[in-house]
């Protein structure tokens, strides 16, 4: 993998994905991820610790920005 996984974290935010649930930081542990007001006035996850890509995984695993289903074909 070429992007690291603070890369891979704030991607979800950088994509407009993120609804500000807290769930990465409750997989990662707030050690390593917190979820924090930002200057745009919204919550986001901010790397604190050091993440691994396994950590990511499962964040990526859990976030529902990343588990988006459509309607199913009629």
Do not use: F, N, W
Not at 26 to 40: I, L, N, P, Q, Y
Not at 45 to 66: F, K, Q
């Amino acid at each position: 993998m070429s992007d690291s996984p603070e890369d891979r974290l704030y991607r979800i935010v950088e994509e407009a994905m993120c609804i500000g649930c807290g769930l990465c930081q409750a997989v990662a542990g707030r050690e390593k991820v917190e979820v924090r007001k930002t200057a745009s006035g919204y919550l986001h996850p901010v790397a604190v610790g050091d993440l691994d890509h396994e950590t990511v995984d499962r964040i990526y695993e859990t976030c529902p920005s990343t588990r988006l289903e459509g309607l199913p074909v009629a």
